[in-house]
């Protein structure tokens, strides 16, 4: 059986694990230059900056066999922080928090060992022909032919994919909503004097702050915070160039910690599809049709956690469907 996995995200490379496990070929696609998707690094001339997801937790323990694994290869690492509700300064709910290190996308690239993984193809079209499905990339090469092919793509992107191959697909990925968010890094000239590492504002535009060198294994200098939007601020200025976002958050930021930070630099990040709204909670995790399978945090849980359980438990669909047992983790 050759598959196809759109997407090299935590959802499709968790899925080809489990698919090369089994010995069953199979190559993963992604636009972007390297693996991670949401969960990955921005190159910067600072270096990396973790401007998407900040930290996952793992709360079923299948998951957590694997971040045990990830722990001993050291991919990945707790981070100790309580963040604070700000600016009441309550705690937030203590848990373990991990995060990849020495960068995010380090947990990707881990996970994309050793698989036939190829970047920047984007894939615009999945097609039915006599041998199977075919894959053709945005500038119309054919990539070649498929029995089976997982999606991962965030929903909306998920939907427009499969229109023409799989019309019930689609439908179900138009109703799954995803919420955006104006992410920033903030490059500051001096330190911050505060005794907050990690924040979650109780109101206004922001709704997460991080110091970035609280991390584990992060440079301390130059001294970098990550500012989140709230969805609703995200959504009601998403076409804002990202000077005027970066400038606005900054702004936000200084009122919410009662300081005027020296910024050296801020880079503004738009992410038009961020955490699912109202994932679909599938049951089994993916969805599926005529051999196409949908997976990611979109189908089971908005989170890293839900993600990977999704793209799992697609390929073992596959998997069990081809008569063989994998063993990953
Ligand atoms: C700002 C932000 C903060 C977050 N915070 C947290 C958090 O604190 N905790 C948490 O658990 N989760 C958080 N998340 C959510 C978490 O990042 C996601 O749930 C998870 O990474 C989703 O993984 P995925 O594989 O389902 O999708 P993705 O990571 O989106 O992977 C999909 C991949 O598909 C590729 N792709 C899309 N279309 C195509 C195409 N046509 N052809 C080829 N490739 C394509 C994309 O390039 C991408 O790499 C956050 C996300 C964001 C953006």
Known sequence: MRIAIIGAGIA??????ELQAADMPVTVYDKARGPGGRFGSKRTPHGPMDLGAQYFTARDPAFREAVSEWQSAGVIAPWSVTPMVLPERQPARPEIRLVAVPRMSALARHMAEGLYLETGVQISEITRELGGWVLRERH???????DAVI???PAPQAQSLL???TPMLATAAGTARMQPCWSVGLVLETPLDIDVDAGFPSSGPLR???RAGSRPQRPHSPEIWTLHATPAWSEANIEWSPEAAGE???EAFSELIR???SVKERIAH???FAQARNPLGDSAGFIESDDILCAGDWVADGRVEGAWHSGRAAARQLVTRAGKHSTVF
């Open 208 to 210: 997460w702050i991080a």
């Open 12 to 17: 499709g490379l968790a899925a080809a694990r």
């Open 140 to 146: 119309g090469k054919t990539l070649g032919e498929f």
């Open 259 to 261: 300081r005027s930070p």
């Open 151 to 153: 999606v991962t793509a």
């Open 163 to 165: 229109a023409e191959p």
């Open 248 to 250: 606005f958050l900054a």
């Open 270 to 272: 738009r992410w038009r």
